[in-house]
Antibody, heavy 118, light 109 residues
Framework: QVQLVQSGAEVKKPGASVKVSCKASGYTFTSFAMHWVRQAPGQRLEWMGWINVGIGDTKYSQKFQDRITITRDTSATTAYMELSSLRSEDTAVYYC???????????WGQGTLVTVSS | EVVLTQSPGTLSLSPGERATLSCRASQSISSTYLAWYQQKPGQPPRVLIYDASSRATGIPDRFSGSGSRTDFTLTISRLEPEDFAVYYCEHYGSARELTFGGGTKVEIK
């Protein structure tokens, strides 16, 4: 079945970077775009950006434009999201989710908790 | 940028009751780009409805979506115990950017 499995929880200090991975299986990895969405404690879902997995093009939310990088390794069927210059407000659960192509996302990874604390 | 406002923030109902959740867009949007998700504690979101009214695979028919332009509704005809969760509406933008509403929590009364 289609599955997205993310890397484990991370604890980072302010100013550091974090790289979260998202391993895809059960479908042709290069045929679907991948989004990254985060959810801070008690907050709404917040879109961060997406990658055209086939050709590697990306688009980022203006909010994160200068400190996010989304990449993919097609041989490993894995997408990555790296966020730099971390601050306490970046403490959140980060999700990858597949763009089905019919204007919704399915499935979602299990989420990766990133905690930013000194 | 489209802003989605969901109401109410919390809905307190009993199993078997009908739930009606609202999602209002700040500007007219195509219903094609409106989806609904369910999220339970400690779990990722799960798609329920896309295209404003199409049920995703495996979603029970007690869930239905409707609406157009700026006003959209998710209805749960008879609440089952597993339906108590948070529900989000989502707009899929022209450049694939995603916007989410603030969520409606459906809790047991």
């Amino acid at each position: 079945q289609v599955q997205l499995v993310q890397s484990g929880a991370e604890v980072k200090k302010p100013g550091a970077s974090v790289k979260v991975s998202c391993k895809a299986s059960g479908y042709t990895f290069t045929s679907f775009a991948m989004h990254w969405v985060r959810q801070a404690p008690g907050q709404r879902l917040e879109w961060m950006g997406w990658i055209n997995v086939g050709i590697g093009d990306t688009k980022y939310s203006q909010k994160f434009q200068d400190r996010i990088t989304i990449t993919r390794d097609t041989s490993a069927t894995t997408a990555y999201m790296e966020l730099s210059s971390l601050r306490s407000e970046d403490t959140a659960v980060y999700y990858c989710t597949r763009d089905v192509g019919d204007y919704y996302q399915n499935p979602w990874g299990q989420g990766t908790l990133v905690t930013v604390s000194s | 940028e489209v802003v989605l406002t969901q109401s109410p923030g919390t809905l307190s109902l009993s199993p078997g009751e009908r739930a009606t959740l609202s999602c209002r867009a700040s500007q007219s949007i195509s219903s094609t780009y409106l989806a609904w998700y369910q999220q339970k504690p400690g779990q990722p979101p799960r798609v329920l409805i896309y295209d404003a009214s199409s049920r995703a695979t495996g979603i029970p028919d007690r869930f239905s979506g409707s609406g157009s332009r700026t006003d959209f509704t998710l209805t749960i005809s008879r609440l089952e115990p597993e339906d108590f969760a948070v529900y989000y509406c989502e707009h899929y933008g022209s450049a694939r950017e995603l916007t989410f509403g603030g969520g409606t929590k459906v809790e047991i009364k």
